[in-house]
């Protein structure tokens, strides 16, 4: 099939024979057809959306299917797989319990065999060293029965469990009794009492001299009458015995069989290197209280891996098997790379899909689209060419019939707003000429009307006014009888200053008589401390010569031997007298310094004060002269205190007078403002009027103008 686009008609071209789709050439027109298209927003067209539609739902459709045909046969392969290898990790158990188990009944057979007790026996309770020597030669010999000819065995070994005797072993395995009683193994042996103990695998054996690993088990040889213990029994065997028996499991490429203990260590493992490390499989928490089970978990590199367990009957090891997830699901990522490239053939359809829904849906929309923003920008001329006879085609056709409409509708309107525009102006002449009149005649009421209310205003300003000198004049009389009054009180006031002043200085008189009396008097206690001074000097010399004579005393006394000891205890009582006498006398001198330096700060005081004394003296003297002079203008302010209150009561009489004037002048001038108020408001009414007549006489205009200019947008022919 080809689609070609003539002039916006779609037209098909079929072969009977069957129906081929050209991408390329319908992606070529297409591309063509857009040629000239404005496309303003992509994101938003229809065509676009539609496109982004269709290829998300094939594709979608696509993945969903192919990726959960994936998942399932993925999940179907795992299960599959776990199943089998779960069933032959579960034979191969049992073969190597088979083994395990015959390894078992050897032990048994040994510990019961009568000639092994017997020569246990002897050992125990001889101490002859040759009874020793030749019971260990016949359980030597006894053990090299049960081993010999047994291929898998390394050797077996009795150890004494306390006593220093050596070790009797037979075949490969030497262990010594001394290296043997140091070791945990052997501990573990004779905890167990005599139960199995199953020893894990050792690189070099359990003799440290061997050239490949081997596993071990072990058991306490109870004495069969007694049922007590003092020999271990080991038995050692080959690793590689193990290996034999799982040489046939396989689980799949890249995958592992290892046999491990409770503790997760490596007990078998066809990589030798690995024995004794932990586990790169950890089991789930639960797997103890299992004997055997499955489960996906991650490897030490971070694989998802598919490990089975089964659990050996005969001791706590379990044969753990595992192989990687992505080794399983190999053949299944086919389907998910079948998948991915139907999703890429599906893609490239969805695109063919979409470019053929934007020829038919989206292309005829735009066109519209681009017209219709023609005749938005004023051009009704334009008209759909769309000649199809679907949706697109009808809505074509309505668009060409509205267009005819709104441009019959525009010549009309058009023709109304000139008609409109005409009469708006002649109107708006009008009205300007009666708003010009009503403004000239609301100006001269205003200006009557703001003479008599400045008139007014004036009138009751005068009015307040006269009132306002009536109360201060009332106020002026009150305050001046006051001043009377408190002319008075001074007057009496200064009198009585004036006998204060008068007592005041003859005390102060006396007072300075006391002071001068005081600065002679300390004068003489002033000489009489030099005197005092001058005794103590005379003293102060008496007690050195005192000193010095007491001092020569004891000298003489000391020449004259023992006649002279009484008079040297005399001389020692007078040189302390002497230094009492001088300390006493250091004393008063300090008291005395004491007292004539505060008589000098008193003599000091006193005579600052003595002038100050007589400075106010002086002040006093001066302000008995001020009272004085305050008592005589006191009684000349009284006397014109009483002229001016006569003058004050004859002016509150004219301004009664006065304020009577005022108050009619007042009302006359509130009549006048009232009548020429309501003649200016009528003014201002009219001319409100006329200015909302000329605003809408404007906005008619306006009006008319854009929509003149509007409707010149439009082209009609």
Known sequence: ????????????????????????????????????????????????????????????????????????????????????????????????????????????????????????LTLESTTDSYEKFSSMKKLSDILQTYVIGNSTIVGATIIPIKSGDPSVSVGGSTISSDAAQKSDWMKTIVDGGGKISWLPSKAKGYSGTMSEPTIALGRVLKNTVTNQGNYVLVLEIYLKQVGKQLQDLSLGQNSEVTIINSDNTIIYSKDFSKLGKP?????????????????????SQGQQVLAMYDKFDSMNWRLLGSVPVKELVRDAAKIRDLTWIIAGIAAVIAIGIGILVIRMVALPLIQLR??????????LYV??????????????????????????????????????????????????????????????????ANGATSLAMEAEKGSDLTTEISEQMKEVMQANHQMGSSAAEVEKASRQGTVYMNSLIEKTGLTEEMTRSMVEKVDRLKESTRSIRKILDVL?????????????????????????????????????LADQSRQSI??????????????????????????????????????????????????????????????????????????????????????????????????????????????????????????KETLSRFRTE
């Open 370 to 379: 681009n017209l219709m923003n023609e005749g938005e920008r004023g051009n």
């Open 1 to 120: 099939m080809k689609w070609t686009n003539k002039g916006n008609n779609m037209k098909t071209e079929s072969d009977k024979k069957g129906i081929n789709v050209d991408v390329k050439s319908l992606y070529s027109s297409s591309v063509n057809g857009l040629k000239g298209i404005k496309l303003e927003n992509p994101s938003k067209s229809v065509g676009l959306m539609l496109f982004l539609i269709i290829f998300s739902a094939i594709l979608i459709c696509v993945l969903v299917v192919g990726l959960f045909s994936y998942s399932t046969s993925k999940s179907i392969i795992k299960d599959k797989i776990s199943q089998s290898s779960s069933v032959a990790i579960t034979q191969s158990k049992g073969k190597l319990d088979l083994m395990f188990g015959n390894y078992v009944d050897l032990t048994m057979q040994i510990m019961l065999d009568k000639n092994v007790q017997s020569e246990l």
């Open 586 to 707: 250091d004393v008063v001198g300090q008291i005395t310094e004491t007292i004539q330096r505060e008589i000098d700060e008193t003599v000091n005081v006193l005579s600052n004060a003595y002038p100050i004394f007589q400075e106010q003296i002086g002040s006093v003297k001066e302000a008995n002269q001020i009272f004085l002079t305050v008592q005589s203008q006191m009684g000349d302010f009284v006397q014109r205190l009483n002229s001016v209150t006569d003058s004050i009561s004859a002016l509150d009489r004219s301004q009664l007078v006065l304020s009577d004037a005022m108050a009619n002048v007042s009302a006359v001038a509130e009549e006048s403002s009232a009548t020429s108020q309501e003649v200016a408001s009528l003014s201002n009414e009219q001319t409100n009027i006329s200015e909302g007549l000329v605003k809408l006489s404007d906005k008619l205009e306006t009006v008319s103008m854009g929509l």
């Open 279 to 299: 586990s790169d499989i950890v089991l789930p928490a639960d797997a103890d209280k299992q004997v055997h089970g499955s489960t996906q978990t991650k490897d």
């Open 383 to 448: 008209r759909s060419k769309v000649g199809k006879k679907d949706e697109i085609g009808q809505l074509s056709q309505s668009f060409n019939q509205m267009m005819t409409q709104i441009t019959a509708l525009v010549t009309q309107t058009n023709q109304s707003a000139q008609d409109v525009l005409t009469t708006a102006g002649e109107l708006t002449d009008a009205s300007k000429k009666t708003a010009v009149s009503a403004k000239e005649i609301a100006v001269a009421t205003e200006e009557i």
């Open 540 to 576: 102060n010399n008496m007690t050195k010569q005192t000193n010095i004579l007491s001092l020569n005393a004891t000298i003489e006394a000391a020449r004259a031997g023992a006649a002279g000891k009484g008079f040297m205890v005399v001389a020692d009582e007078i040189r302390k």
